[in-house]
C-alpha cells in the first residue's frame, strides 16, 4: 500500500461536492436550495469531526456556531470603515476560528476529563449558559444583537454586499464542508484518527495501549468547534449581515447535526455527505408538503438507526464493498 | 429587616427546592438501576405539565387529582419506551443511549407541539395565600411542596419495604449478583424505567402548581439542565440525593436570583440560568471522575 | 534493579479489601505466574500495575522510577503491556489496523509513523499466523482468534513487561501447551518479562512459569520458585485440594 494511495479517498469528496456545486450553477432557480444542501453536510462534516470520530456527544455544539457568527459580526460592525476589502473577511473568519478555539478550550478543558455520559451532560447546557450569559450581561448588545448589514453596504459597496451574501458566503460554505472533509481525512491517516477509533471503540483499552485520550479527545473536540465556527461565520454572519443570541444558540442546529452524522454514518468519511444531502432535500420538500414536521419525522429515525442501523448508510456501504476496487474510495 | 429577608428567601427556595429534588428523581432512578442518562428529561417533565393543564381547563379537574394521573401515564410511557427503544440497546455503545433519549425528547416535544401548538399556555387555581410574615406562600406551592414529600417518603417505604423496591437496590449494587440471585433483571430494568419516568412526568403537574403559566412544549429545557445540576450534586444514581440536592439547589437559585436583581444592568433571569450551568461544571469538575462512570 | 517492584500495594472498594499489602519483585526476562481463585484479587492487581485503578496504599516502581502516579498511557510508554481476560480488540478495525495502534502508540511510538507501525503489525500477523485475516474487522473473529489479536497488539507495543490476565482460558490442552511454547518463546526472542495470571489451569503454571505469587482474598499467600509453590501445604490447603496435573512432559 504505497503512500499515494491513502488519500484516493478524497476524491469522491471532491466530486459530490463538485457536483452540487457545479448543479446550483448551471440549473436555474436552484441556487438557494443548493446552498442549503452545501450547509448541511459541512455542519455534517464539522459535528462529525467529533461525534463520529470520538463517539462522544456534544448536545452543546451549536454554541461553536454561535460564538463564530458573533466573530465575524464583530468583525464586521468594528472594522468596517477601515478600507479593508476582502481582508474584512478573512479577519473575520480568523476571528470565528479565534471564538470557537476559545469556547472550545473553555468547555473542554472541564468537559472532557469526564467520561461519555458526565460529558454529554456538561455540554447539555453549554449553548443554554453561553446564550443566557450574552443576554444576561449584556454582552456584545446582549438579546438585541448585531445587524451589521449597513455595515456591509458601507465596506463593501451595496452591490458587491448584496453578491457576497447571495453567492459568496455560499462559495464559503463549499469550502468550510471541503476543508472539514480533508481535515478529517488528513486524521484518519495519521495517528490522530487511530487513537480516535481506539479511544471510541474501548477507551479503557486505548489508555492501556499508550494512548493519551485526553490529548485527542481535546484535538478533535477544537478541530471540530473550529469549522462550526466558520460555518456560522459565513452561513449565518456573511449570508444573513445580522446575528441574535436566540437564533444562533437554538439546540435544533445540533440535533440536525446528529441526524445528519447518524444517517450518513458516524466516522465515516462520506457520510456527512450522504447525510447532508438527504436531509436537506427531506427537510426542504417536507417544509412544502408537511411544514413544521420534520422534527418529529427525524426523531424517530434516529431512534431506528441507533437500534438498527448504527452504522449509517456509508457505513454499511463501506462493508459491502470490501474486498473490491471501490474498498479505497468508499471510507 | 435584613433577617426577615432571608428568612423568606430561605422558605421560598426550601418550597421550590422540595419540587425540583422531586422532579430529578426519577432521573437518578434511571441512572441508578440501567446506567441511562435520560438526556429528555425535561420533555416528560413537559408532558406532566400539560396534563395537569389539560385536565384543569379542558375536565375541570384539579391538579392534586392529576397526579396520579400522571403517573400511570408516565408509567405507560416509560413502559412502552423500554420495551420498544431502551431494551435494545441496554448493550450498545453509551452514545446510542444519549441519543435515543434524546430522541424520544424530541418526539414528545413535537408531538405536543402539533396538538397544542408551540404557544405558552396557563392555568389559574387559586386557593388563597398563607402568610408568614417573612413571605407569603400561596396554598398551591404548599402543596406541591407537600406532595413532593409524600412522594419521597412513598418512594421511601418502596425501596425499603416492598420486594420490587428492594429487588431494584440490588440491581443498582451489582446487576450480576442480582441476576445470580434470581431476579429477573430484565423486569426490574423495566419496572425502573417506567417507575422513573412515572415520577418524572408527576413532577411535571406538580410545577405546574408552583408555576402555573408558561406551559408549552418547549419548556421542558431549563428543566434538564436544572435537573443534571441537581443529580450531579445529589450524586447521579441516588434518588434520595436527588432529592436533597434539590432543597440545595432550590435554595442556592433563589439566592442568586435575589442577588443578580440587585445589580444594576444585569438581567437576574438569564444570570441565574447561566449561573446554573457555572454550578454544574463546578460540581463535575471536583467531584471525583470515573468512579460512577456508566458500565 | 527490579524491572517491577511493588511496595505495600493496597486498593480497597469501599468496605471490601481487594488488594491486600502486596509487596513482590519482578526481574527482567522472568515469567512468573500469579496463581488463585476467583476473586483473589488477580485482575485488580493487574489494574492497580497497568494503571487502570489508582492505589490506596503502596507503591510501584519500574526499573526504579516512581510510576504511583503515572496515568495508565504513560505505563504504556514506559513499557508495561497488557492482554484482558475477556479480550477486547478494536472491534471495527482490522486485525493489521489493531496491530499497528500497539506499536503506534506503545513504547516505541514517539519513534515511528503510521507505515512503519504497519510493517511491524505485519511481522506480528506473521507470527500468530493470522495472515488470512489481515484486513478483516477483528469484531468478525472467533475468540482465540482474538485473543491472540490482542497477544500481537500487546507485543507489538515492545513491552518490557507483559501481563497476561487468563491467556489460556478456554483452550483445550494441546492449545495451552502451544501457547505456553509461543509465551517462553517471546520471552526468550524479545526478552520480555511475562506476568501470567492463571486461575486453575496448573498445567500451564507448571510448565511456563519459573516463580509462581498465589493470591488469597486480595494477600500474599506464598511467593516461591514454581515447584515449591506448588507443593507448598499451605498453598494446597487453601487452594488447589489436590497437587498439580502431572500429565505435562
Known amino acids: 500500500m504505497g503512500k499515494h494511495n491513502k488519500y484516493l479517498p478524497i476524491v469522491p469528496v471532491i466530486a459530490g461536492y463538485a457536483a452540487l456545486f457545479a448543479t446550483g450553477l448551471f440549473v436555474p432557480g436552484k441556487w438557494q436550495l443548493i446552498s442549503q444542501l452545501a450547509f448541511y453536510c459541512a455542519l455534517g462534516q464539522a459535528f462529525n469531526m467529533f461525534m463520529g470520530m470520538t463517539g462522544y456527544v456534544d448536545f452543546g455544539y451549536v454554541a461553536f456556531m454561535g460564538v463564530g457568527t458573533y466573530g465575524m459580526a464583530i468583525s464586521i460592525w468594528g472594522l468596517y470603515d477601515k478600507g479593508l476589502g476582502v481582508w474584512l473577511i478573512i479577519i473575520g473568519l480568523l476571528m470565528a476560528a479565534l471564538f470557537s478555539t476559545l469556547l472550545s478550550l473553555a468547555v473542554g478543558a472541564v468537559a472532557l476529563r469526564l467520561r461519555g455520559a458526565y460529558f454529554a451532560i456538561a455540554t447539555i447546557g453549554v449553548n443554554e449558559g453561553f446564550r443566557y450569559l450574552i443576554e444576561g450581561a449584556r454582552i456584545w448588545n446582549g438579546a438585541d444583537g448585531i445587524i451589521f448589514s449597513r455595515h456591509m453596504k458601507t465596506a463593501f459597496g451595496k452591490e458587491m454586499a448584496g453578491i457576497i451574501s447571495t453567492f459568496w458566503a455560499d462559495v464559503l460554505i463549499f469550502a468550510v464542508a471541503i476543508g472539514a472533509a480533508l481535515m478529517t481525512l488528513i486524521y484518519m491517516r495519521n495517528k490522530v484518527g487511530y487513537a480516535l477509533t481506539a479511544l471510541r471503540e474501548d477507551e479503557d483499552a486505548a489508555k492501556v495501549m499508550g494512548i493519551n485520550v485526553t490529548r485527542y479527545k481535546i484535538i478533535a473536540f477544537i478541530t471540530s468547534a473550529i469549522f462550526a465556527g466558520l460555518l456560522g461565520a459565513t452561513a449565518w454572519a456573511l449570508k444573513l449581515s445580522y446575528v441574535y443570541p436566540d437564533d444562533v444558540f437554538e439546540i435544533h442546529y445540533t440535533v440536525e447535526a446528529i441526524i445528519i452524522v447518524l444517517l450518513g454514518g458516524a466516522g465515516t468519511l462520506l457520510g456527512p455527505i450522504v447525510g447532508g444531502l438527504i436531509y436537506g432535500l427531506t427537510k426542504y420538500y417536507l417544509a412544502i408538503t408537511l411544514p413544521g414536521l420534520q422534527l418529529l419525522i427525524f426523531a424517530p429515525i434516529i431512534i431506528v438507526i441507533i437500534t438498527m442501523f448504527p452504522e449509517g448508510i456509508v457505513g454499511m456501504l463501506r462493508t459491502r464493498v470490501q474486498g473490491t476496487v471501490l474498498e479505497k474510495y468508499i471510507i | 429587616m435584613i433577617a426577615d429577608q432571608l428568612a423568606g428567601n430561605l422558605i421560598q427556595g426550601i418550597i421550590l427546592g422540595g419540587v425540583y429534588g422531586m422532579a430529578t428523581m426519577g432521573l437518578s432512578l434511571i441512572f441508578g438501576v440501567l446506567r441511562i442518562v435520560n438526556v429528555g428529561h425535561g420533555a416528560f417533565i413537559m408532558v406532566g405539565a400539560f396534563v395537569a393543564l389539560w385536565m384543569f381547563k379542558s375536565l375541570g379537574i384539579i391538579p392534586l387529582v392529576a397526579i396520579p394521573v400522571a403517573m400511570v401515564i408516565g408509567m405507560a410511557l416509560g413502559l412502552l419506551f423500554y420495551y420498544t427503544v431502551m431494551k435494545k440497546i441496554l448493550k450498545a455503545p453509551e452514545m446510542a443511549t444519549l441519543l435515543a433519549t434524546f430522541s424520544l425528547g424530541v418526539i414528545l416535544e413535537e408531538t405536543m407541539k402539533q396538538i397544542f401548538t408551540s404557544e405558552s399556555w396557563g392555568y389559574n387555581w387559586s386557593l388563597g395565600k398563607l402568610d408568614l410574615g417573612v413571605t407569603v406562600l400561596p396554598y398551591t406551592k404548599i402543596l406541591a411542596f407537600g406532595g413532593s414529600i409524600i412522594i419521597a417518603l412513598l418512594l421511601y417505604m418502596w425501596f425499603n419495604k416492598t420486594r420490587a423496591g428492594m429487588a431494584m437496590r440490588s440491581v443498582v449494587e451489582d446487576d450480576e449478583g442480582a441476576r445470580v440471585c434470581g431476579i429477573n433483571v430484565d423486569w426490574i430494568y423495566a419496572l425502573s424505567f417506567s417507575l422513573g419516568i412515572g415520577l418524572t412526568v408527576t413532577s411535571g403537574v406538580l410545577l405546574t402548581m408552583f408555576i402555573p403559566v408558561g406551559i408549552n412544549p418547549y419548556m421542558g429545557g431549563s428543566y434538564t439542565l436544572k435537573a443534571f445540576v441537581i443529580a450531579v450534586l445529589g450524586g447521579l444514581s441516588s434518588p434520595y440525593g436527588a432529592f436533597f440536592g434539590g432543597l440545595v439547589f432550590g435554595l442556592i437559585e433563589n439566592g442568586t436570583y435575589t442577588l443578580f436583581a440587585i445589580i444594576p444592568g444585569a438581567e437576574p433571569f438569564a444570570l441565574t440560568r447561566f449561573f446554573s450551568f457555572v454550578m454544574l461544571l463546578v460540581i463535575l469538575l471536583v467531584r471525583p471522575t470515573g468512579i460512577l462512570k456508566a458500565k | ?249
Open chain 3, 1 to 249: 534493579m527490579a524491572l517491577l517492584k511493588l511496595e505495600n500495594v493496597t486498593k480497597r472498594f469501599g468496605g471490601l479489601v481487594a488488594v491486600d499489602d502486596i509487596s513482590l519483585e519482578i526481574t527482567h526476562g522472568e515469567i512468573m505466574a500469579i496463581v488463585g481463585p476467583n476473586g483473589a484479587g488477580k485482575t485488580t492487581l493487574f489494574n492497580l500495575i497497568n494503571g487502570v485503578y489508582p492505589l490506596d496504599e503502596g507503591r510501584i516502581f519500574f526499573e526504579d522510577l516512581d510510576v504511583t502516579n503515572y496515568p495508565a498511557y504513560k505505563r504504556a510508554h514506559l513499557g508495561i503491556g497488557r492482554t484482558f481476560q475477556i479480550p477486547r480488540p478494536f472491534a471495527s478495525a482490522s486485525v493489521l489496523e489493531n496491530i499497528a495502534i500497539g506499536a503506534m502508540f506503545g513504547a516505541q511510538g514517539s519513534e515511528i509513523n503510521v507505515n512503519t507501525a504497519m510493517e511491524m503489525a505485519d511481522h506480528y500477523i506473521d507470527l500468530i499466523g493470522l495472515k488470512d485475516h489481515r484486513d478483516k474487522p477483528a469484531g468478525g473473529l472467533t475468540p482465540i482468534e482474538k485473543k491472540m489479536v490482542e497477544l500481537a497488539r500487546a507485543l507489538a507495543m515492545k513491552p518490557r513487561l507483559l501481563l497476561m490476565d487468563e491467556a489460556m482460558a478456554g483452550m483445550n490442552p494441546k492449545d495451552i501447551d502451544d501457547m505456553v511454547d509461543f509465551i517462553r518463546h517471546i520471552r526468550d526472542t524479545e526478552g520480555i518479562a511475562i506476568v501470567s495470571m492463571v486461575e486453575h489451569i496448573m498445567r500451564a503454571v507448571a510448565r511456563l512459569a519459573e516463580r509462581v505469587l498465589v493470591m488469597h482474598q486480595g494477600a500474599k499467600l506464598v511467593d516461591e520458585p514454581t515447584q515449591e509453590a506448588l507443593t507448598d501445604p499451605r498453598v494446597i490447603e487453601v487452594y488447589l485440594g489436590h497437587p498439580p496435573e502431572e500429565k505435562d512432559a
